[in-house]
């Protein structure tokens, strides 16, 4: 589990673009729809572009807004394009493993950007290397896929890949561009979210969330569905079915990783986040004075509470957003110097009132405690941790790094035992029913694993551990 920037959540994945849009700068609406991707991922972003005959990538370590300038984006001339934002859940965070990826052979070449984690990654490479007279050069699950489509032995790109899909165990949110056309695809589970929207004039693109479409200017047409392969060149769109759906979106998107104002399954993040603080306080009310969020994402969680509970709404903290997410601290002291120059409480309006402070989850615990020791610090009279979502006790095997099992504080203590660890007052998680009903999702349709161990897609004993797997081979 790493910090982000002092804070200790679950770490989301990756986020992706894809553009078809001749005439239209690709380079320039990639670049704006990875911005508004950027919380998916701080490690690398990279921007592939093709013009019919060439395809151009430039991508390297940092924010998209480090790696990327005027002068960059005007080289990358094109009338189709796919971009990346990378957090590494397998592979380390180096510059060979920065996404969109290229792998050609034969007649085939793609770049690619991929979300989400394979669970067969080990048996896929095995039987890689077994066909491929290729050397092997893989060094994480989207590199294998990419492979896979190249030396698929099919004469086209999009046979390549059709071929490939149904090999393919786990999470993947898949964009991948040859020199005509942009493809989107979604494994049969639909973990990581994926949505086509349409740019006017035989323009389409494809994002992580609908916030992208909306930053570009995008309109919605409708999310790329589980065990779907959307095709989009100079014919428009259409549409492959390589496997029968069976949904399980990563409820963790309701709760932290998507934007507020994204969209996804037809229901607002931001509502689905109010909906929560809102069952928290019917669930665990606090005799309390006022109800403040951990910001950002605890804020919707917070109005939710404050409004059911009737207790007044404070901005407690103030939030610097300048503390970049790149650079992660390796060390404990650095963490806790880490999270105060991210939050700092304002003692004014904290001094001598009985908080109830909401937050979205707890990983490991250490950063909790440091906050609710900063509030007391600043004049709290009594601190009740409020967490819009049930204790996480299993991890994450598609795609999200949540820390394995005997990290994560809420698959080895009790909510008491936690509690005394984060010197609160008083500590309640909401239940996981209340988490559900507030996403107006059916169950069936989310995956919540790492609140009940109930994988949707096996995963297999010898894949529990992923990062760095294949380079360790
Ligand atoms: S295990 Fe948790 S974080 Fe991973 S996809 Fe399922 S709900 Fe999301």
């Known amino acids: 589990m790493r910090l982000n920037s002092g804070r200790d959540k679950p770490q989301e994945a990756c986020g992706v673009v894809g553009i078809y849009a001749p005439g239209q700068e690709v380079s320039k609406l990639t670049y704006n729809g990875l911005l508004a991707l950027q919380h998916r991922g701080q490690e690398s972003a990279g921007i592939t572009v093709a013009d019919g005959s060439l395809m151009t990538t430039f991508k390297e370590m940092g924010l998209v807004a480090q790696v990327f300038n005027e002068n960059v984006l005007n080289t990358l001339t094109g009338d189709l394009a796919i971009g990346h934002v990378r957090y590494s859940t397998t592979g380390s965070s180096v510059w060979e493993n920065a996404q969109p990826i290229y792998r050609h052979h034969g007649s085939l070449g793609v770049s690619l950007g991929h979300n989400g984690n394979l669970v067969n990654t080990m048996k896929l490479a095995a039987e890689l290397a077994g066909e491929s007279e290729r050397p092997r050069d893989v060094s994480n699950d989207s590199d294998l896929i990419a492979e896979m489509i190249v030396t698929s032995g099919k004469a086209t790109v999009e046979e390549g890949i059709l071929d490939t899909l149904p090999r393919l165990q786990g999470a993947f949110s898949l964009v991948i561009l040859d020199d005509q056309a942009v493809f989107g695809a979604r494994d049969p589970y639909g973990l990581r979210p994926l949505v086509l929207g349409s740019l006017g004039a035989g323009g389409y693109?494809?994002?992580?969330?609908?916030?992208?479409?909306?930053?570009?200017?995008?309109?919605?047409?409708?999310?790329?569905?589980?065990?779907?392969?959307?095709?989009?060149?100079?014919?428009?769109?259409?549409?492959?079915?390589?496997?029968?759906?069976?949904?399980?979106?990563?409820?963790?998107?309701?709760?932290?990783?998507?934007?507020?104002?994204?969209?996804?399954?037809?229901?607002?993040?931001?509502?689905?986040?109010?909906?929560?603080?809102?069952?928290?306080?019917?669930?665990?009310?606090?005799?309390?004075?006022?109800?403040?969020?951990?910001?950002?994402?605890?804020?919707?969680?917070?109005?939710?509470?404050?409004?059911?509970?009737?207790?007044?709404?404070?901005?407690?903290?103030?939030?610097?957003?300048?503390?970049?997410?790149?650079?992660?601290?390796?060390?404990?002291?650095?963490?806790?110097?880490?999270?105060?120059?991210?939050?700092?409480?304002?003692?004014?309006?904290?001094?001598?009132?009985?908080?109830?402070?909401?937050?979205?989850?707890?990983?490991?615990?250490?950063?909790?405690?440091?906050?609710?020791?900063?509030?007391?610090?600043?004049?709290?009279?009594?601190?009740?941790?409020?967490?819009?979502?049930?204790?996480?006790?299993?991890?994450?095997?598609?795609?999200?790094?949540?820390?394995?099992?005997?990290?994560?504080i809420g698959g080895h203590q009790s909510v008491e035992e936690i509690c005394a660890h984060i010197e609160a007052d008083s500590l309640a998680y909401l239940s996981e029913e209340g988490m559900i009903e507030a996403t107006e999702v059916a169950a069936e349709k989310l995956c919540t694993a790492c609140f009940s161990s109930n994988y949707p897609i096996p995963v297999p004993d010898e894949v529990k551990v992923t990062k760095n797997m294949l380079e360790r081979i």
């Not at 390589?242 to 399980?248: D, I, L, N």
């Not at 507020?260 to 603080?277: E, F, H, N």
């Not at 990983?363 to 900063?374: A, K, L, S, Y």
Request: hydrophobic share 40%.
């Open 205 to 408: 693109a494809l994002a992580s969330e609908t916030a992208a479409l909306d930053t570009i200017g995008a309109t919605f047409i409708r999310e790329v569905e589980p065990g779907e392969l959307v095709v989009v060149d100079a014919n428009g769109v259409r549409s492959h079915r390589y496997a029968k759906a069976t949904p399980a979106l990563c409820v963790f998107e309701y709760v932290y990783f998507a934007r507020p104002d994204s969209i996804l399954y037809g229901k607002s993040v931001q509502k689905a986040r109010y909906q929560m603080g809102q069952k928290l306080a019917k669930e665990s009310p606090a005799d309390a004075d006022i109800v403040i969020p951990v910001p950002d994402s605890g804020r919707g969680a917070a109005a939710g509470y404050s409004h059911a509970s009737g207790l007044p709404y404070v901005d407690g903290f103030v939030k610097n957003s300048y503390v970049g997410r790149t650079f992660i601290q390796p060390s404990q002291a650095v963490r806790q110097r880490g999270i105060g120059a991210k939050l700092n409480p304002i003692a004014h309006l904290i001094e001598g009132n009985r908080l109830v402070v909401v937050d979205d989850s707890i990983v490991r615990g250490n950063t909790t405690r440091q906050i609710v020791r900063m509030l007391r610090h600043a004049g709290a009279a009594e601190v009740h941790m409020r967490i819009s979502s049930p204790p996480i006790k299993w991890p994450c095997f598609y795609g999200i790094d949540t820390a394995n099992r005997d990290e994560l």
